[in-house]
């Protein structure tokens, strides 16, 4: 791939050097426009995490649907933290098999969900737009439409 730059930079008679420096900059502008942004949802998240409501909407909503406490923490950090939901499907998979209801339905839950608040904090952030509000009610409804639909399809499919 290196060689195919090079070789086409050649080509097309561009300064290599002068490119990478260039679009160098540009990144780093880009990181700075970013960084706020991405610095607010990680504050949100934490703050939402050890406010404690995670843990009192689990014991007070969510455990009525006699689903494994590791797919209820799946379900809540999904549209939070992409690299969190990962360490909980990893849980899953090691607790309960990955080949089980367990992990088919975390796995169709991981797939048919988005880091809601990630993409909107961090895209709609970068291009400085600040009314979100149709975006996140869409955006979490069609989670919860992925989440159900996922519930009811494996139940369906393999139980």
């Known amino acids: 791939m290196v060689l195919l730059i090079v070789v086409y930079s050649l080509i097309k008679k561009v300064d290599l050097y002068d ?8 990144t780093f ?27 009192w909407l689990m014991s007070n909503f969510l455990t009525s649907l006699k689903l494994p406490i590791e797919l209820i923490s799946l379900i809540m950090m999904k549209p939070i933290s992409g690299s969190a939901a990962v360490a909980l499907l990893n849980t899953i998979f090691s607790k309960y098999g990955v080949d089980s209801f367990n992990g088919l339905l975390a796995s169709t839950i991981q797939g048919c969900t988005d880091t809601t608040f990630y993409v909107i904090a961090l895209y709609y952030g970068s291009v ?32």
């Open 19 to 26: 490119a990478f420096i260039e679009g160098s900059k540009e």
């Open 29 to 55: 502008k880009m990181s700075l426009t970013i960084f706020p942004n991405l610095l607010a949802m990680i504050l949100s998240v934490n703050v939402l995490i050890n406010s404690g409501f995670l843990e």
């Open 128 to 159: 400085g737009i600040k009314k979100t509000k149709y975006a996140m009610a869409t955006s979490l409804f069609g989670d919860v439409v992925g989440i159900l639909t996922s519930i009811i399809l494996c139940y369906m499919l393999f139980s």
